[in-house]
């Protein structure tokens, strides 16, 4: 896939609009669901978006496959901005948005709604680059080299912060399950 990117980000820079539209396409939902997982809150998660798209149109003349993928570029965008937004208000809001999905089996719904909480909890236990890292990782499956050019850190640093955000994620949903059994 990061060929056929290369080729759309090549016509961009000269200029098609159209070939960042199909970059935008490419990009848009899970450079989203990222921004979402980050601050959980649909429309400022809509704004970061957007925003990290602006950016990256931009910040195109500068860009250079010697840095790194544009996939990095594009979220190093918006981890940035995720980072200036948390910066600004430092309480990240937990709002849960949106009606309960409609299916046939209501109690299927209830348990995805409990479990969608129950990660949303779980990563509010971690702090904000913890969380990202985490994000970047199983999220959107990302390799530690990726996210070592994403969060300019090196790649074995970036290995262990996630073990570590892992264990204490391990740690509070036990602690979670025993007072649950009480």
Do not use: C, W
Request: proline content about 2%.
């Amino acid at each position: 896939m990061e060929v056929s990117v290369i080729k759309l980000v090549i016509q961009a820079q000269k200029g098609d609009k159209d070939a960042f539209g199909q970059i935008y396409s490419l990009f848009f939902k899970r450079i989203f669901r990222y921004v979402y997982y980050s601050v959980f809150n649909r429309p400022l998660a809509e704004d970061i978006t957007q925003d990290t798209f602006l950016r990256a149109f931009r910040a195109l003349p500068g860009f250079s496959t010697r840095k790194g993928t544009f996939q990095a570029f594009l979220f190093a965008i918006a981890r940035n901005l995720v980072i200036d937004h948390a910066r600004k208000k430092r309480e990240l809001s937990l709002e849960l948005v949106g009606d309960l999905p409609s299916s046939e089996d209501f109690e299927d719904e209830i348990d995805a709604e409990r479990e969608k909480q129950m990660i949303y909890q779980a990563l509010a236990h971690l702090d904000d680059f913890e969380k990202q890292l985490v994000i970047l990782r199983f999220f959107e499956e990302f390799s530690y080299e990726e996210i070592a050019q994403v969060t300019q850190k090196n790649a074995g640093a970036v290995r262990v912060r996630v073990h570590r955000s892992l264990k204490k994620l391990q740690e509070y949903l036990l602690k979670k399950e025993r007072k649950d059994e009480r």
